[in-house]
């Protein structure tokens, strides 16, 4: 079972304005968050994580949102660049983090 | 400062050839994994290690064994290659908990045939 879903395969939006990303997760056990952004022929790279003790986290111009009550955790780019054209995947895990538990990942096209 | 290296970038098997796709890394990380990516499927964990002779299996460890003989190589072996094994693999490394980032590296894309 997926345990960790990106129900938006694909997401466009013009630059400047908001780019909205949204992941939702059943493992009740899960403590940590994280998103990563995948450029075509290249690894996924680190860009931002939460903890499960805190339900917002800002890093320049991405924020990441955590809603424990709904499983649901969003990653907010304002404002969006055509650089961010990639695909991003959410990431959780539990019980210390030895092992991370990708989605399916988002293609977020940003058109100039 | 390399980060990860994975070789090779590309391979094509035929069904039943067995390899061995290479993954090192030099920046001293205890915590290290193998991911495949498929499409519509995000990124599936094969198999971790935390440490030097420590491993454990990931959610699709199927046909797939590693070994962690030092703390810079991570080789994952395809025991008899499979169609389904197309997938493109990637390795992962942190120093500390992934929870603080792991870095990836690039990519092998494997197809058997």
């Known amino acids: 079972d997926q345990q960790v879903k990106q129900n938006s395969p694909s997401l466009s939006v013009q630059e400047g304005r908001i780019s909205i990303l949204n992941c939702d997760y059943t493992?009740?056990?899960?403590?940590?968050f994280l998103w990563y952004k995948k450029y075509p022929a290249e690894g996924p790279t680190f860009l931002i994580s939460?903890?499960?003790?805190?339900d917002k986290n800002e890093d320049g111009r991405f924020t990441v949102f955590l809603n424990k009550s709904a499983k649901h955790l969003s990653l907010h780019i304002v404002p969006s660049q055509p650089g961010d054209s990639a695909v991003y995947f959410c990431a959780a895990s539990a019980f210390g983090g030895s092992r991370l538990t990708f989605g399916e990942g988002t293609q977020l096209t940003v058109n100039p | 400062n390399a980060g990860v290296t994975q070789t090779p970038k590309f391979q094509v098997l035929k069904t039943g050839q067995s390899m061995t796709l290479q993954c090192a890394q030099d920046m001293n990380h205890e915590y290290m994994s193998w991911y495949r990516q498929d499409p519509g499927m995000g990124l599936r964990l094969i198999h971790y290690?935390?440490?030097?002779?420590?491993?454990d299996q990931g959610e699709v460890p199927n046909g797939y064994n590693v070994s962690r003989s030092t703390t810079e190589d991570f080789p994952l072996r395809l025991l008899s290659a499979a169609p389904s094994q197309t997938s493109v693999y990637f390795c992962a490394s942190s120093y500390d908990s992934p929870n603080y980032g792991y870095t990836f590296g690039s990519g092998t894309r494997l197809t058997v045939v």
């Open positions: 290690s935390v440490g030097a002779g420590i491993t």
């Open positions: 493992n009740s056990m899960f403590d940590y």
């Open positions: 939460i903890s499960s003790i805190k």
